[in-house]
């Protein structure tokens, strides 16, 4: 968003030996949202843009109770 002070990152798409494009995260982005391995996203595609958001569970949805 112009003229916002929010941290920008810059990454590349990397590609592994089985032709899997790979999206690193700089450490400095993962500090600051405070992610880790086991992290898990939800994605939301717009023209243009992606949004990265942290899937927040409660515990119903963890156990699997009220299902």
């Not at 968003?1 to 990152?9: C, E, L, N, Q, Y």
């Not at 590349?12 to 790979?22: A, K, S, V």
């Not at 939800?42 to 927040?56: A, H, K, M, S, Y």
């Amino acid at each position: 968003m112009p003229g916002t002070d929010s941290p920008k990152f810059v990454t590349q798409c990397e590609e592994d030996e089985e032709g899997n494009l790979i999206l690193n995260f700089p450490e400095e982005l993962l500090e600051a949202m405070g992610w880790g391995e086991g992290t898990e996203l939800d994605i939301d595609v717009l023209p243009g843009t992606i949004v990265l958001r942290e899937v927040q569970r409660n515990d119903l949805q963890e156990t699997g109770a009220g299902s």
